[in-house]
């Protein structure tokens, strides 16, 4: 059974810090690409960033980048997702999701991961 398990949310002041993770498990994730979405109360979720998992080639959101950095750690199957200088709008519940490094759907398109996480709420105060 694949499972994707969000930690490190939590409740921070404006200009903080967190990190997250998300452990995988139950198939091999080489040949995917990474990827951590949020949904803030009242909007749609949306595209924070992504990893492939051979290569490690990332890309992020324009609302994020410069602050977050997301990483992964192939032998311990877990994708991070370090967030500084946190904002009380980064303030949402954040996913992790997995799609095929093949998939030509847009990495911004929800339909195009087989696997999402549970999520874990991130919380900023102001």
């Known amino acids: 059974q694949v499972q994707l398990v969000e930690s490190g949310g939590g409740l921070v002041q404006a200009g903080g810090s967190l990190r997250l993770s998300c452990a995988a498990s139950g198939r091999t994730f080489r040949g995917y690409v990474m990827g951590w979405f949020r949904q803030a109360p009242g909007k749609e979720r949306e595209f924070v960033a992504d990893?492939?998992?051979?290569?490690?080639?990332?890309y992020y959101a324009a609302v994020v980048k410069g602050r977050f950095t997301i990483s992964g750690d192939n032998a311990k199957n877990t994708v991070y997702l370090q967030m500084n200088s946190l904002k009380p709008e980064d303030t949402a519940v954040y996913y992790c999701?997995?799609?095929?490094?093949?998939?030509?759907?847009?990495?911004?398109?929800?339909?195009?991961?087989?696997?999402w996480g549970q999520g874990t709420q991130v919380t900023v105060s102001s």
């Open positions: 990893i492939r998992v051979s290569g490690g080639q990332t």
């Open positions: 999701a997995a799609r095929p490094a093949f998939n030509s759907q847009s990495r911004f398109d929800e339909g195009a991961y087989d696997y």
